[in-house]
């Protein structure tokens, strides 16, 4: 019955261990195969050159990718989940000061590229002329904290069509500077003119206090702090990917919530 060809017969007792014995020795080789390769894999990761954007290549390729579904499935139509204004913090929560060195003063201007020698140059009572628009959303910050917070603005896309920027919205991405250059973001076009995006000049019902980013900032409920620039100086359009501060320390570029 259990016939070997160069064993002779085998008793089923033996012929089972016998079983076992090569079962478990190929399993060992495999599970150490599979060992190996994985750590060579990751050898072979970690010992990539860093790209200019301080993520090695292969790891900002799948960054990319991941950018590219989420940009894929974001919808204008999609809202971030609004809250009550009694239910936003009174004590609101401050992080990151790069930019915003010393106070301003009235002698602020808004600074719109609308094209290569053309700026617009505004007021703040200029913005505080259009609708007002208020947002109470949950603030999320990527270092893990979030924060129901209440802010007023004029739309982002109120804004375009008072000054008759809709040409600009052809274009991909809105970058938006400090006005000393420090802190910079890019933002793409589709979650700029989400009907909660923006420029913010109130919290709170008050204007915003010099280091939540007087006399003007970014709110974008649909991406995380990072994106939200405090103090903007200059806005411009592009169709490259506008220089973004934490995108060239690693982070994801789009950072969508
Ligand atoms: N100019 C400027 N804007 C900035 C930052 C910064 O360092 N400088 N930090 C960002 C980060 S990481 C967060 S979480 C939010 C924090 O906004 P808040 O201080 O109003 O809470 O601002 C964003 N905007
Ligand atoms: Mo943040």
Redesign the pocket.
């Known amino acids: 019955m259990y016939e070997l060809s160069n064993h002779g017969k085998l008793t089923k007792e033996q012929w089972m261990n016998r079983q076992i014995r090569v079962r478990t020795i190929r399993s060992f080789v495999i599970f150490f195969l599979l060992l190996g390769l994985g750590g060579f894999a990751f050898a072979w990761l970690y010992n990539q050159p860093q790209g200019d954007d301080n993520v090695q290549p292969t790891l900002r390729r799948v960054l990319n990718a991941n950018d590219h579904l989420c940009s894929l499935f974001f919808s204008k139509e999609r809202k971030s989940k609004a809250f009550k204004k009694s239910e936003a913090a009174a004590e ?9 060195d010393g106070e301003l003063d009235t002698s602020w201007r808004l600074r719109v590229a609308r094209a290569p020698g053309d700026t617009l140059v505004l007021t703040i009572d200029d913005l505080k002329a259009l609708p007002k628009t208020e947002v109470v959303f949950d ?1 999320k ?3 893990g904290w979030s924060q129901v917070t209440w802010w007023g603005g004029v739309r982002f896309s109120d804004f375009l069509k008072k000054y008759n920027l809709a040409p600009q919205t052809a274009l991909k991405y809105v970058g938006m500077v ?1 006005p000393d250059e ?2 910079y973001v890019g933002n793409d076009m589709p979650s700029m003119l989400q009907p909660q995006t923006i420029l913010c000049y109130e919290m709170n019902g008050a204007p915003l206090p010099q ?3 007087y006399p003007l ?1 970014l709110i974008i409920p649909v991406k ?3 994106k ?4 903007i100086g200059t806005i411009y359009f592009s169709n490259d990917r506008p220089h973004d501060y ?1 995108a060239e320390q690693g982070y994801d570029y789009f950072a969508g919530l």
């Open positions: 609101v929560r401050v992080n990151g000061d790069v930019g915003m603030f910050c990527v270092e400090t420090a802190y280091d939540q980013g900032r995380y702090g990072i939200h620039l405090k103090r934490w």
